[in-house]
Every structure is written in C-alpha cells, then in structure tokens.
T-cell receptor
Framework: GDSVTQMEGPVTLSEEAFLTINCTYTATGYPSLFWYVQYPGEGLQLLLK?????DKGSNKGFEATYRKETTSFHLEKGSVQVSDSAVYFCALLTQGGSEKLVFGKGTKLTVNP | NAGVMQNPRHLVRRRGQEARLRCSPM?????VYWYRQLPEEGLKFMVYLQKENIIDESGMPKERFSAEFPKEGPSILRIQQVVRGDSAAYFCASSLGGAGYGYTFGSGTRLTVV
C-alpha cells in the first residue's frame, strides 16, 4: 500500500540554521504531496503542497520540490526561527477508491535561540 | 466561520467505560475523516464518512469502535469498553468535496484511559 517515510527525529537546530527534513514515498502513480505542521497541543495545519512532478510548494520560507525520479518531497528552510519549533508531517493523497491522506510518523524540530 | 470543532478537548475514562468523541466539520463541508495519533507515532487513518454514509472504514479496529455522521449534528466516534491502549489523540478533519480539496483539522480530543 501507499506509505510515507520521514527522517527520524528529533532535530535540534540553532536559530538561523538551514533545515532539511527528508521525506520519501511509495505509491502507485503520482500522488499529491503535502507537508503539515503541528504545534504543541494543536491540530495539524497545512504548510505546503505539490500536485505534480517538479512542482515546488512554498510557504512561510519553507519549500519542498516534488521529485518523481527519487520519489521524494524534502522540506527545506534557509533560516529557521524559534517559532518554527513544531512537529512536521509529510503526507500523500492516495489515488483510486476513497481518497485519503497517508502520513509519515512526523519529525520533531526544536530551534534554540 | 468557525473551523473544525472537536469536543471534548480532553477526556478521561476508566477501563471498560465508553468514550464518545464529537466533531463538527467546517460549514459547508460534507466529508469527515478521523485519525488517531499514538504517542511518538504519526497519524493513522481510521474512517472516512460523508453524511449518513461510511465511505472507508479500513483503518477502524474491528471491535469496539464505530463512527457515524448523521444528517443533522456532528460526527461521532464511539469507543466501547475502552482499554489503556486506546489512550491517544483523536483528530477529525473535514473537506469540501473529498481529500483532494484539502483537509482542515480540528484541535483533537486527547483520550486518557485510567
């Protein structure tokens, strides 16, 4: 079945450091891909998405490019802030039958001042 | 326009009791999804409902768990005879016309079984 694999956390960075969170997927066809962010005690919020190969999703300084050849959708940010501390989830939208989101296990990011 | 409303935010139940979790989707959304988040785990799909219909319950445990989304009122996730392993955060999401339109998540219900 469809699945998403994220890099193991936790990730701890200093403010203004460069962030990469790796995400790869296994799916039939070319699913839409998403990054969600979860702040402590809250639900998930959509961060960015890409619907086809070579698309780049971006929001709030975060970017991710849909790479069909490597089945990847890595999240990057050039300069993280303390307020970026959260758990980040990569997800894909299943195709065929009932569409639903399949999530990775999440990567906890802590940014220290 | 209120977002997805889940209640209660926190629920404590003793083993063997019933837990009822409620989810009111965003106005105009007729598709509801329930997910469970266990400690240190990602979100696991449980069930997908439209008004009065269960579309996909492939992620629901076969026993003790049920879900409904009636014509009027919120969607309900019901867990009978709760056990400690049911302790988790349960999230509801809604969408306008299916997952391809994008999900809006609620803040979740944190169930603790003592």
């Amino acid at each position: 079945g469809d699945s998403v694999t994220q890099m193991e956390g936790p990730v701890t960075l200093s403010e203004e450091a460069f962030l990469t969170i790796n995400c790869t997927y296994t799916a039939t066809g070319y699913p839409s891909l998403f990054w969600y962010v979860q702040y402590p005690g809250e639900g998930l919020q959509l961060l960015l998405k890409a619907t086809k190969a070579d698309d780049k999703g971006s929001n709030k300084g975060f970017e991710a490019t849909y790479r069909k050849e490597t089945t990847s959708f890595h999240l990057e940010k050039g300069s993280v802030q303390v307020s970026d501390s959260a758990v980040y989830f990569c997800a894909l939208l299943t195709q065929g039958g009932s569409e639903k989101l399949v999530f990775g296990k999440g990567t906890k990011l802590t940014v220290n001042p | 326009n209120a977002g997805v409303m889940q209640n209660p935010r926190h629920l404590v139940r003793r083993r063997g009791q019933e837990a009822r979790l409620r989810c009111s989707p965003m106005k105009g959304h007729s598709h509801v999804y329930w997910y469970r988040q266990l400690p240190e785990e990602g979100l696991k799909f449980m069930v997908y409902l439209q008004k009065e219909n269960i579309i996909d319950e492939s992620g629901m445990p076969k026993e003790r768990f049920s879900a409904e989304f009636p014509k009027e009122g919120p969607s309900i996730l019901r867990i009978q005879q709760v056990v400690r392993g049911d302790s988790a955060a349960y999230f509801c999401a809604s969408s306008l016309g299916g997952a391809g339109y994008g999900y809006t998540f609620g803040s979740g219900t944190r169930l603790t079984v003592v």
